[in-house]
């Protein structure tokens, strides 16, 4: 994450053990790559002449001033970041910037930024948007650095809330939303996670899904790339309807074990979800005559035996299958199959947010 150090800190009395030990762990961070520090030249500089600070952190010190031309347009490039000041107020939050006492760092150290899902693979598909996101927006060499954490589904709110409490680490959560309609409200899960992040006194952040799941975001072409032969009947078919009733079928279906005629015969007659995939199912039938004529009393034996499918499902390991593609292949080649793809907006939305989150330098020589 950019870490700017306000212009305050130049004027820190650094006999103050938290104060310094603050400034040693922002330093040692950067050292270490796991965060963009940077401030302005004024503040670099004066700070490098402080000779209480030690060889060591005057030499960092000296090369983030020898890099801070290239540090100030990254500063200016992101929206989210932690500002750290020498003050008397508590931390707080202001248009995606977080603000930080020195005092407070040197009391609880820096440590990467912990990217939380609801399991590992998501995790891993978070970073990897992270990473194409960084390309399409020409950062060039900045790397992400963080610690990958599962919540272990509905738990992940536990994990959450014990970041937030214990206010030692800093934390992006990012859940899927379960709607399986435009009309749905977002889960309990990322409800209380939002609730969380919205409460807290220190940098955590949640971001929920627009679309279903992880799969439901997944660029078309990575896709088409992963699913294997087969599946590829399937891909084929989901494809085809796209064309012929549009996107919201992609971002709300359940896209690893298929959604279903007689499943949403078997709703509410009177819920969003049901009336969403009903006039889905029409568009079908209306532009693909034939298709999807067993709630009408065909082969299934009526709606509420019917297995024909409204969006065809490509298996549990969908994934872990696009997963594989990806490390298999160069960040620059799987970024070009996302950027031309259809419809990858929130793809790269949720990667300008890994981003902004885990973005990190290269290490820094002491």
């Known amino acids: ?21 603050g400034l040693s762990a922002i330093l040692t961070a950067a050292q270490r790559g796991w965060h963009y520090v940077t401030g302005s030249r004024l503040v670099l500089r004066k700070l490098a002449n402080n000779s209480m600070l030690g060889e060591s ?33 508590s931390t707080y939050q202001n248009q995606g910037c977080w603000a930080v006492r020195l005092s407070k760092i040197g009391k609880v150290g820096v440590t990467q930024t912990i990217l939380l899902g609801e399991d590992l693979e998501d995790v891993e598909a978070f970073f990897r948007a992270g990473k194409h996101y960084a390309i399409r927006q020409k950062f060039g060499s900045v790397p992400l650095d963080l610690r990958r954490q599962g919540g272990g589904g509905t ?3 536990d994990a959450l809330e014990a970041i937030a409490i214990t206010e030692q ?27 969380v992040a919205a ?26 790339n992963a699913v294997g032969n087969e599946f590829l009947e399937k891909w084929d078919l989901i494809n085809d309807r796209l064309n012929a009733c549009g996107e919201e079928l992609y971002r709300y279906g359940d896209l690893k074990y298929g959604t279903f005629l007689g499943m949403v015969a078997g709703l509410d007659a009177n819920s969003a979800e049901r009336a969403f995939w009903m ?5 079908i039938r209306a532009k693909r005559p034939g298709q999807l004529e067993c709630d009408k009393g065909g082969e299934c034996g009526g709606p509420s ?23 298999r ?29 885990c973005c990190g330098a290269s290490p820094v020589r002491a």
């Open 169 to 195: 680490e800093w934390c992006l959560c990012i859940t899927d939303s379960d709607r399986r309609s435009p009309a749905h409200q977002n889960s309990p899960t990322a409800a209380k996670c939002a609730k």
């Open 1 to 21: 994450m950019v870490i700017w150090l306000d212009d305050s800190i130049a004027s820190v009395d650094f006999t103050d053990e938290w104060s310094s030990s």
């Open 57 to 89: 952190l005057i030499r960092i010190l000296r090369r983030l001033e020898a890099g801070v031309a290239q540090s100030g347009q990254m500063r200016d490039r992101v929206t989210e970041k932690i500002v750290v000041f020498d003050g008397s107020h």
């Open 155 to 157: 738990n992940i709110v």
């Open 305 to 327: 035996n019917c297995r024909c499918p409204i969006v065809p499902g490509l298996g549990g390991g969908m994934l872990k299958r696009v997963l594989e593609l990806l490390e």
């Open 199 to 224: 409460t807290a006194s220190w940098p955590v952040r949640h971001e929920c899904l627009g679309a279903r799941e992880i799969e439901n975001i997944l660029p078309r072409k990575v896709v088409a």
């Open 279 to 283: 006039k889905t199912a029409d568009a």
């Open 329 to 357: 292949n160069s960040d620059h080649h799987g970024f070009e199959l996302a950027h031309a793809s259809p419809s990858s907006n929130e793809w790269f939305a949720i990667g300008r947010v890994v981003f902004e989150w």
